[in-house]
T-cell receptor
Framework: EPEVTQTPSHQVTQMGQEVILRCVPI?????FYWYRQILGQKVEFLVS????????KSEIFDDQFSVERPDGSNFTLKIRSTKLEDSAMYFC????????????FGPGTRLLVL | AQSVTQLDSHVSVSEGTPVLLRCNYS??????LFWYVQHPNKGLQLLLK??????LVKGINGFEAEFKKSETSFHLTKPSAHMSDAAEYFC??????????????????FGQGTILTVHP
């Protein structure tokens, strides 16, 4: 059964550094998402991406964040100049369409900013 | 705006007894509702979803949920708990809406999660 994969599973970085989180969505899916979960808090929507552009983003997704689909298989989340409060589990998800479709999640990347 | 409230942060049951995980939602439009489960060190796995068809939805591993519009609820149940059901469960709502702020393409809004413990 196809699944969403994410790398790395864990990342530790220093405050102010840039990190790139990588995701490989399910191959025939067209919509891609990033969510995050700060320890002890709810899973929060960050951004959705379709047809090579952002279709929706939350208030959290400010200029510090960017997403890209650099090739036909990868979907990346870049965090520039990381802050302590960026420490969280980051989940990638994908779906065939954006309406009422099931979103399939990857196992997550745990980011720790020191 | 949409929101989800899971009424219990922790539920503890004995193996073989029924499971009830409670969820209430708020939505301005007709919602799609989901239950996801997360086992330790695993990704979020879909248990079941409601998308305006039958109000009683059956999912994997014997779970089911009933959409009650009058009560704005979508509680998750299972007749008999198994040790392998121990995990964290998330109730999730999604709404497709076009409004002054733009079109929502189905972003998911999560509840805070319910940790289910199953005792032998």
């Amino acid at each position: 059964e196809p699944e969403v994969t994410q790398t790395p599973s864990h990342q530790v970085t220093q405050m102010g550094q840039e990190v790139i989180l990588r995701c490989v969505p399910i191959s025939n899916h067209l919509y891609f998402y990033w969510y995050r979960q700060i320890l002890g808090q709810k899973v929060e929507f960050l951004v959705s991406f379709y047809n090579n552009e952002i279709s929706e983003k939350s208030e959290i997704f400010d200029d510090q964040f960017s997403v890209e689909r650099p090739d036909g298989s990868n979907f990346t989340l870049k965090i520039r100049s990381t802050k302590l409060e960026d420490s969280a589990m980051y989940f990638c998800a994908s779906s065939r369409s954006g309406i009422q479709e099931t979103q399939y999640f990857g196992p997550g990347t745990r980011l720790l900013v020191l | 705006a949409q929101s989800v409230t899971q009424l219990d942060s922790h539920v503890s049951v004995s193996e073989g007894t029924p499971v009830l995980l409670r969820c209430n939602y708020s939505s301005s439009y007709s919602p799609s509702l989901f239950w996801y489960v997360q086992h330790p060190n695993k990704g979020l796995q879909l248990l079941l979803k409601y998308t305006s068809a039958a109000t009683l939805v059956k999912g994997i591993n014997g779970f089911e949920a009933e959409f009650k519009k009058s009560e704005t609820s979508f509680h998750l149940t299972k007749p008999s708990a198994h040790m392998s059901d121990a995990a964290e469960y998330f109730c999730v709502v999604s709404v497709y809406e076009a409004n002054a702020g733009g079109t929502s393409y189905g972003k998911l809004t999560f509840g805070q999660g319910t940790i289910l413990t199953v005792h032998p």
